[in-house]
């Protein structure tokens, strides 16, 4: 099995920044894509952002795109998100996922490994 573990999430006036991790351990994933999700109360949960094995090839929701940078660690088995500009859209559970592609899939439906989730909280 492969466990994922998301911290970094917190209270963050608007405008402010955050940056959420997501640690995997476990199974070898080999050559995988590492994505966030979010969803927010009473919402489905939504693509954010995702990246590729190497690194190189990321892709974002247009709602994010600008503000937020996902990216590797040197390790490969460590996805950051870079929250920048927060605003008061942002707000929801932060979800990291993960699956064995060398694609970078952007529906929740295509990943089967998910972090327990971390909290982001924007103020006005």
């Known amino acids: 099995q492969v466990q994922l573990v998301e911290s970094g999430g917190g209270l963050v006036q608007a405008g402010g920044s955050l940056r959420l991790s997501c640690a995997a351990s476990?199974?070898?994933?080999?050559?995988?894509?590492m994505g966030w999700f979010r969803q927010a109360p009473g919402k489905e949960r939504e693509f954010v952002a995702a990246?590729?094995?190497?690194?190189?090839?990321?892709y974002y929701a247009d709602s994010v795109k600008g503000r937020f940078t996902i990216s590797r660690g040197n390790a490969k088995n460590t996805v950051y998100l870079q929250m920048n500009s927060l605003i008061p859209e942002d707000p929801a559970v932060y979800y990291c996922?993960?699956?064995?592609?060398?694609?970078?899939?952007?529906?929740?439906?295509?990943?089967?490994?998910w972090g327990q989730g971390t909290q982001v909280t924007v103020s006005s």
């Open positions: 996922a993960a699956r064995s592609s060398v694609v970078i899939p952007t529906s929740s439906f295509d990943y089967n490994y």
């Open positions: 476990g199974r070898t994933l080999g050559r995988n894509a």
């Open positions: 990246i590729n094995w190497s690194g190189i090839s990321t």
